[in-house]
C-alpha cells in the first residue's frame, strides 16, 4: 500500500456554476480504503465570486473544503494554489464542468498502487447535446484519452489525473506562468515530469463526464484547439534545437500537415474522416508555428461563455 493515507481532489474555477454538479459528484464517490479525502478549490477569478457556492455546498455536503482565491484570470495560479494548500502526498485533479463516476478515484488509486506511476491518467468521456453536429457525436470529437508513443505516455492533462506529489520528478514542481493563458501549461508540467524521470499510467475505468456546451459544438472551437495543441508541441519540441535540426523538424511538420489535408480531400465524402483529417493537419500547421516562434493564441481568462475548455 503506499504512502500517505489522504488525497486532495483539487478544482480550479471561474465564473462556472457547474461546479456545483462536480463538487455532487465528489460528495457521491466511493472511498478508496484507507483513506481520508479533502477538496481544494481554486478560484482564478478577479473577486472571489466562487466563496459563496462553494460554502454553502461544504455545508450541505458534509465535504471538507478548503476555498483558495487565487486571482486572476491565470489557470496556471489557480493550479499552483491547489498544490500550494495541498496537505496529501496524493493530488488529484478534475474541472470545474465535470462529474466523477462513483468509481473514479478508486480505480486511480488501484491503478497508482498496482504501477507505481507517478501519474494516473483517466478517460473524460464526452456528452453531447441533440443540436450538436451530426459528425461530432459519431466521431466523439471532445473525448479525452491519453496519447501512447512506442507504447508510453509521455505527456498528460489535468482533467482526469491522479499525482503522486512525494516523487523526486514531481517534488516542487508548479506550472509555468507563462502559459497559463495560452493553454499548454499542463503539457509542458507532464513533459517535464516524464524527462525527469516520471512514469504516466492509465486507468481506462476512472471516468469523468463532461456535457459539451453549444459554444464547444463546432469546428472551430476544435480548429483553435488543435492549433493551441500544436503550438504547445512545437514549443516543447523545439527548445534548445537550433540550425538543421529545427528546419528539419519543421520540414517533418509540413509534410505531416500537408499528408492530412490530402487525405481529407480523399475522404471528402465522410464528414468525420474528413473533419478528423483537416483538424490533425491543422495541429501539424500549429507545430509549425511553434517551432518557429509564432506567439501562442490566448485560450483561458476569457469569458467562460466564449467557449474555453477549462477554469480561467
Request: charged share 25%; with cysteine.
Amino acid at each position: 500500500m503506499m504512502a500517505g493515507r489522504s488525497i486532495d481532489i483539487c478544482i480550479c474555477t471561474f465564473r462556472r456554476p457547474e461546479l456545483a454538479d462536480t463538487l455532487r459528484s465528489i460528495a457521491a464517490l466511493e472511498k478508496p480504503a484507507g483513506f481520508e479525502i479533502g477538496v481544494v478549490v481554486a478560484d482564478n477569478d478577479d473577486e472571489p465570486t466562487a466563496r459563496p457556492q462553494v460554502k454553502a455546498l461544504a455545508q450541505e455536503l458534509k465535504l471538507p473544503i478548503r476555498y483558495r482565491h487565487a486571482p486572476a484570470r491565470n489557470i496556471s495560479i489557480a493550479r499552483n494554489a491547489c498544490l500550494d494548500a495541498s496537505v496529501s502526498d496524493l493530488v488529484a485533479f478534475i474541472d470545474d464542468d465535470e462529474t466523477a463516476s462513483p468509481g473514479w478515484l478508486v480505480e486511480l488509486v488501484a491503478t497508482a498502487e498496482a504501477t507505481g506511476a507517478t501519474a494516473v491518467l483517466g478517460p473524460v468521456r464526452a456528452t453531447y447535446r441533440q443540436d450538436a453536429p451530426d459528425w461530432m457525436r459519431k466521431g466523439d470529437f471532445h473525448s479525452t484519452l491519453p496519447v501512447w508513443v512506442r507504447g508510453e505516455i509521455r505527456t498528460g492533462y489535468t482533467c482526469n489525473v491522479l499525482l503522486r506529489m512525494t516523487e523526486e520528478s514531481l517534488r516542487n514542481r508548479r506550472f509555468s506562468l507563462a502559459r497559463g493563458q495560452t493553454g499548454g501549461e499542463d503539457t509542458e508540467f507532464f513533459d517535464h515530469m516524464v524527462k525527469a524521470g516520471g512514469r504516466i499510467a492509465f486507468a481506462p475505468r476512472a471516468f469523468v463526464d463532461e456535457v459539451v456546451p453549444r459554444s464547444r459544438a463546432a469546428f472551430d472551437w476544435l480548429r483553435r484547439r488543435r492549433f493551441r495543441f500544436g503550438q504547445t508541441h512545437g514549443h516543447l519540441i523545439g527548445r534548445n534545437t537550433g540550425g538543421v535540426r529545427r528546419i528539419s523538424q519543421v520540414g517533418l511538420a509540413s509534410a505531416k500537415a500537408a499528408y492530412c489535408f490530402g487525405m481529407a480531400l480523399l475522404t471528402a465524402i465522410s464528414p468525420v474522416r474528413r473533419n478528423r483529417s483537416v483538424l490533425r493537419g491543422i495541429m501539424h500547421v500549429g507545430v509549425v508555428s511553434g517551432l518557429v516562434g509564432v506567439r501562442e493564441i490566448r485560450q483561458y481568462g476569457l469569458n467562460p461563455q466564449k467557449g474555453e475548455k477549462r477554469a480561467a
